[in-house]
Structure formats: structure tokens, C-alpha cells
């Protein structure tokens, strides 16, 4: 099945004509539209896959603009390349905005296909990891309406899982027999397929202890066994929502 995405950028440019051509043969089927905020107009207003491709002359306003888009339509943007001198509020816009940025036309093409495909998705796939089967069934009723909700009740059975299904997101309590949550992240960082995967600690330890010793981890957040139900869901919500990925 091809992976229909928009692409914006000057098709004359060698390095866009070549990324699209990189594109399609991974199998997506770009539509290309020229870098002017008229063609924004055009657009559905409904969630889409949107790629830019960055350059030196680029007017800054074209950004903006599509950020105004992103806002109305929830549409998954994908920066690529780079912009010259921009100030430093520009530069902190960029920063800001929920994307996936790439550095230079020099992409791992499965990383952006991945992603790509993951966003696609009508539903945002979350992976629950807990031993507790009490909390599995609260978290799969809290989020399983809004959410394709999968449960693993320990971190063998979690890496398993993930060497066969894709998730967006794992939601990973910190205490488990045998395995625990640090001890799966750590291996989830070591694996090149996974270390870019979003880990949320779901926890019931919120010591500063418990919280430094993985912070060379990365985890994307911590949430609290303790908060309500909507207070957990409205927080993998906004995740969702404000994601940004940077790509050297």
C-alpha cells in the first residue's frame, strides 16, 4: 500500500528531485505543491502528511503559515534540510513546532518511512507494560477509545512484543520482577531499531532518586499511577500533539 504524502519544495532543485525519487522507490507517492502560502489553501483541512523541503532563500513566512495549517487540520509535518540566517525567534519557532526534523537530504529513508506510516495510522498504538493486571485493564479502559491499546505483563514479554508489532508509544512502569522499566529502556536505546521509540515512564515511583538514575536513558516523560484517568489520557494526548524529532 503506498503512503500518500504531500511534499513541498522547488522540484527543479536537484536535491528535492532526488529525494522524491528516494521516496517513491520506498514506496510513498508524494504530491508536490510549490513553496507559496497560496497552494496551503488547497490542502485538506483534515489530517495529512505534509514534507518540507527547507531552503537557504526560503521566506519565513511559508513556515508560519503552515504551522497555522498544522493547528487547523492536525496535519504530520516533516521538515528537511536548512534555512540560512534565521534570527534567533525564528530559530525557537522552529524548535517549537511538533515535527520531524532532518537535518540535510542525507536521510535514513526507513526512519522517515516509519514514521511516516506511523502517523498514517487512524490510531496512535500504545504498548502497556505492567505486572500489575489490575492496572493493564484501568489503563487499556482509560485509553482504549482513543487509542489501539496493546498490554505485556513484564519487560521480557514487552521486548518481545516489540520485535513483532510496531507501537508508537510505551507506556513503562519503573518496579517489575525479573526485568525492570530502566532495565528495558536501557535495552530499548541499545537496539537501533527502538532507540528513537517514545518510552513514558508510568509509575508509581516519582522519587528524584528513582528519576535521575535514568535520565541518561532518555525516557520521554513520567506519569504518575496516581493521577486520574483523564489526567494520564489528556497527558498522551498533548504527547501526541507536541512531538518534536530532530535528525542530525
Not at 536548512?82 to 525567534?89: K, P
Not at 492496572?135 to 505483563?153: A, H, M, T
Request: hydrophobic content about 40%.
Amino acid at each position: 500500500m503506498k503512503k500518500e504524502v504531500y511534499v513541498m519544495g522547488e522540484e527543479s532543485r536537484m536535491v528535492v528531485k532526488n529525494f522524491l525519487q528516494e521516496l517513491r522507490a520506498a514506496g510513498c507517492e508524494p504530491t508536490v505543491i510549490r513553496p507559496e502560502p497560496e497552494t496551503l489553501q488547497g490542502l485538506p483541512d483534515s489530517p495529512f502528511q505534509l514534507i518540507v523541503c527547507l531552503e537557504e532563500k526560503m521566506d519565513f513566512r511559508i513556515i508560519k503559515d503552515v504551522a497555522d495549517k498544522q493547528k487547523k487540520s492536525g496535519l504530520s509535518l516533516y521538515l528537511i534540510g536548512s534555512m540560512g540566517n534565521l534570527s534567533l525567534e525564528n530559530e525557537q519557532f522552529l524548535k517549537q513546532l511538533p515535527c520531524a526534523r532532518f537535518a540535510s537530504y542525507t536521510i535514513d529513508m526507513p526512519v522517515l518511512t516509519k514514521l511516516l506510516e506511523s502517523n498514517a495510522s487512524e490510531k496512535k498504538r500504545i504498548l502497556v507494560v505492567d505486572d500489575e493486571p489490575i492496572l493493564l485493564r484501568s489503563v487499556k479502559g482509560w485509553l482504549g477509545d482513543e487509542f489501539e491499546v496493546s498490554l505485556v505483563n513484564s519487560g521480557e514479554m514487552a521486548l518481545e512484543f516489540l520485535d513483532m508489532h510496531p507501537v508508537d508509544l510505551v507506556l513503562l512502569d519503573y518496579r517489575m520482577p525479573t526485568m525492570d522499566g530502566p532495565e528495558v529502556l536501557r535495552k530499548i536505546r541499545e537496539d537501533a531499531h527502538f532507540q528513537n521509540l517514545p518510552v513514558i515512564f508510568l509509575t508509581a515511583s516519582n522519587d528524584k532518586e528513582s528519576v535521575m538514575s535514568v535520565m541518561h536513558l532518555k525516557p520521554n516523560g513520567y506519569l504518575l499511577k496516581t493521577m486520574a484517568p483523564e489526567e494520564i489520557k489528556k497527558a498522551v494526548r498533548d504527547f501526541f500533539g507536541n512531538r518534536t524529532f530532530v535528525f542530525s
